[in-house]
């Protein structure tokens, strides 16, 4: 810049302790703000190298889960695809006698309604 383009800004004292203050805390907040990420990312490689050691022994597992089965002799099921037995619900039956006592104490209210 040449000495025609300067601009001057004049800050009063307190002014220009209270903008280095806030330009600091903007500093100590960038600061921890990098420190949180990069513990971010080393725990996720962590992360990523337990689940890869994770599945390769669960890949171990399935392997020797099927080297045993293979040992096992093999069974011929008869009907591997039978239907389930049908459930019929039960009838109740009522006491014949339970329906008339009904009918008359229902023949009664009636009688006493009118």
């Known amino acids: 810049m040449t000495e025609g383009n300067l601009i001057h800004v004049k ?3 307190s002014e220009m302790l209270e903008a280095k203050k806030d330009i ?3 500093e100590i907040f960038l600061l921890k703000t990098i420190q949180k990420m990069k513990a971010y990312q080393t725990l996720r490689k962590k992360e990523l190298r337990t689940k890869s050691g994770f599945l390769r022994k669960l890949r171990e597992i399935k392997t020797i889960i099927n080297k045993i089965q ?3 002799p093999q069974t011929q099921a008869k009907n591997p ?3 389930p037995a ?3 619900p039960k009838k109740v039956e009522y006491d014949p006698g339970i329906e008339n006592e009904l009918r008359n104490i229902q023949k009664k209210l009636n009688a006493l309604q009118q």
């Open 81 to 83: 695809k039978q239907a």
């Open 70 to 72: 293979k040992t096992f």
């Open 24 to 26: 600091l805390h903007s």
């Open 11 to 13: 800050f009063e004292h």
């Open 86 to 88: 049908k459930i019929q």
